[in-house]
């Protein structure tokens, strides 16, 4: 079960954070940008899952519960924003909304 | 088990490649539910089980179809898809991607180069009564407040999602110009 080294994981987590981060980089769609932050929340949750399964010790199952919480309540609220936006702007582009002015 | 964590990975990151250059939303969504069962086979490889159920429960079932049921309510056409692509040009998108690869380049070098302790325990599985134990025993207070948190977001995405009505008076109504208002949430 231990076989996979730690830093193969590690690894892992990395790169599919780095993509999000890229994906959030690039895109001007609000939509997009919401899944490249799910994407990078979803890596960090694989990194506590490896380091809990390397220690063999529960605490990094119990914060990937933690993310997924957080997850769950900020696409509620960030798809609730982009209702909005697109009903205020009727454009989903960020660009639009860059001024402070509802 | 082995080859199963790297075949993972790999679908993993390839479905999450596909998410980043889609120009098409659902198709994004599509490759993001594999890029998220892919990750559950990893920690299905890792000795987490029950984490792994979550996420296949969770991030592939409720939260792509809350999005996916947003992308409908805004019943986007093909100039859309045709407008993502004009915005994803490869002058855009080059600097961040390499300033990223020069960033993530780092971490391989500090991972690589780092000793990693060796693991005390042989078989590193954690089944869900350990993680049950612990997070109704010294993470209760975390427990209480990812409550508090999932209903403040809940009345965030309420008030948030809610259409504002003017209506001052049913006398004055006629005033005001006929809004056409979209009957959303």
Do not use: C
Request: hydrophobic share 60%; aromatic share 8%; net charge neutral.
């Amino acid at each position: 079960m231990s076989a996979i080294p730690m830093e193969t994981g590690l690894l892992l987590a990395g790169v599919l954070f780095m993509l999000g981060l890229i994906s959030v980089m690039i895109r001007r769609n609000i939509i997009f940008m919401l899944i490249s932050v799910e994407i990078m929340l979803n890596a960090a949750g694989l990194a506590f899952i490896v380091a809990g399964s390397h220690w063999a010790q529960p605490d990094g199952q119990i914060m990937f519960i933690f993310i997924l919480t957080m997850a769950a309540a900020e696409v509620s609220v960030g798809l609730a924003l982009i209702l909005q936006i697109h009903h205020q702007l009727k454009t989903l582009n960020s660009d639009a909304a860059n001024f402070m002015k509802g | 088990m082995e080859l199963t964590f790297y075949i993972a990975a790999a679908v993993a990151v390839l479905a999450t490649i596909m998410v980043i250059t889609r120009f098409n939303m659902i198709h994004a969504l599509l490759y993001l539910v594999v890029s998220f069962l892919a990750v559950a086979v990893v920690f299905l490889t890792m000795g987490a089980p029950f984490m792994a159920a979550l996420e296949v429960i969770v991030y592939a079932g409720a939260i792509v179809v809350l999005i996916i049921f947003v992308i409908m309510m805004l019943s986007l056409t093909r100039e859309d898809v045709e407008q993502e692509k004009a915005w994803l040009q490869p002058k855009l998108w080059m600097g961040p991607a390499l300033l990223s690869f020069v960033l993530l380049a780092e971490l391989v070098y500090l991972l690589v180069i780092a000793e990693m302790p060796a693991d005390p325990a042989a078989g590193s599985y954690v089944d869900a009564r350990a993680v049950g134990l612990a997070l109704y025993g010294p993470y209760v207070l975390g427990v209480q407040l990812s409550g508090i948190l999932l209903m403040a977001g809940i009345v965030g995405a309420y008030h948030l999602g809610r259409q504002k009505k003017k209506v001052i008076h049913r006398f004055l109504q006629e005033k005001e110009p006929k809004k056409e208002r979209s009957t959303v949430l």
